[in-house]
Every structure is written in structure tokens, then in C-alpha cells.
């Protein structure tokens, strides 16, 4: 192996996983640093006191992942966002020559990495968190964002070969239900889109901290709603009306 291979900004390792590639057990290697600053991101160390975490070496993440081939082929690479740092390349150059597959969680910020990733082969799977309506993505980001990268990785996701997902952590207090809708018809011909639920763990901005997930049963409706929106196309408030017009000016067809 050559030296020097420590040097990238890793700050965590998962040997084994069954929560991070859905369906699969995995690896998981946490890069530093981010470039967005959700206030409802639960990683607040890892973006924003990442210095003064331990760093964890590649050499010692690559003889684990040896040891345990016969059981984990898959890493997923997370953060923080790890398409800030160039090391980026390498580091999944050095899981390639593992033969490991690799799953990407990203906040889209970065089309050009994420073209570039895919061109090299060294991606299997795309994960983008999709933060809200894109009109007001500053405010989910706690930053300013350049929304065209934004809509520009997503574009290029559903439109390569590389298998992905879109998914969406819904924050009460922030979030609006309609919000939720309008990113699931946005995104209504993507392969895949999930919700997740938010956590009040160690969020940047320490008042998230109060704020309860949103009930199981509302969660669970958006989800089902959501669905429908994808199969269908028509938002909750939109089957209303429909529905409504239906009973009070029935077609001919339906008054026989
Ligand atoms: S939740 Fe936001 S701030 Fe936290 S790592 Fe993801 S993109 Fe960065």
C-alpha cells in the first residue's frame, strides 16, 4: 500500500451495517467536513468540529475490509460530504481495487464530482438528499446554495446508469407537509424516492434539539401520500378538489 494513504479526512469507520445501503450489509467510512449547514443535520461533529475528531487511517479501513471480505463486499461512503475533498478519487480508487462496491451519499452540491466519479466507475449507487422545495433550499441548507448544481445532479442522476435514490428528511418546524408533496412530484419519475425521519440528536442548531419527529401516524401518511403522488401524480389537496367536483357536477356519464 502506498504511503501517505492516511492522509485523507476520514473521521469514522462502521465495520458492519444493515442500516446504510437499504437491503444490504455494508461498511460505512465517514468523510469530515461539509459545505451546507443543515440546521437539523444530527452529525454537528463531523461538520463542524471535525478537527477534533481522531482520524481514522485508510490502511487500517482496507485490512478490515480484507478480513471480512467474505461477508461485506459494499461500502458506503458518507459524512459530512465527501465530494468537497478531492481525496474523494482515491479513496474509492483504493476500494475499487478491493473489488468493494460503493454507495455514495451526497448533498448534490457537486455535479462535476459526481460526473466525474461516475466516469471513472467508481461509483454503484447514489444516494442525494434532497433537502426541500428547491425554492427555498437556502433555508433547508442554512447557507446560501447554488440551486443549478443542485438541479444539475439530479438531472444527471435520473438520467445515468449508475442505480440511485433521492430521499428526504422531513423536520417539524421547518418542513410543511405541502413541502414534502411538492419534492415528490418534483422528483415523480425518479426510480426511487424515501423519506426519513428526523432525529433530534446533536443538530447544528441546538433548537432543533426540542423539536419532537413528527408523530408515527403522520409520518406515515405523508409516506403513503407521497407514494401516491409518484404512482399518480395528484397531491392530497388536489384528490380533494377533485373528489368535490365530482360530487357537485357530476359528469353525464356518472348522473344516469
Ligand atoms: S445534513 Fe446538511 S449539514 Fe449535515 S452533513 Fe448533510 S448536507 Fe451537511
Partial sequence: MPSGMHKFPIKGFIETSFLDWKGELSSVIFFAGCNF?????HNSDLVLRWD???DVHLEYII???RKYKQWVNKVVVTGGEPTIHMGLYNVLGYLKREDIQVKLDTNGSSPSVLRGLVAEGLVDYIAMDVKGPLERYDTWCGTKVDIKKIEESIRFIMEGNVDYEFRMTVVPSLH????VYQVAEYLRASDKFFLQEFKPRQCIDRSFLNVQPF????????????QQIR??????EERIIKFR?????????DSK
Fill in 37 to 41: 449547514r443543515c440546521p437539523f443535520c
Fill in 52 to 54: 477534533t475528531l481522531s
Fill in 63 to 65: 485490512l478490515t475490509l
Fill in 176 to 179: 410543511r407537509e405541502e413541502d
Fill in 215 to 226: 408523530p408515527k401516524d403522520v409520518f406515515e401518511r405523508m409516506d403513503k401520500n407521497v
Fill in 231 to 236: 404512482v399518480t401524480g395528484i397531491k392530497p
Fill in 245 to 253: 367536483e365530482k360530487i357537485l357536477k357530476p359528469d353525464r356519464a
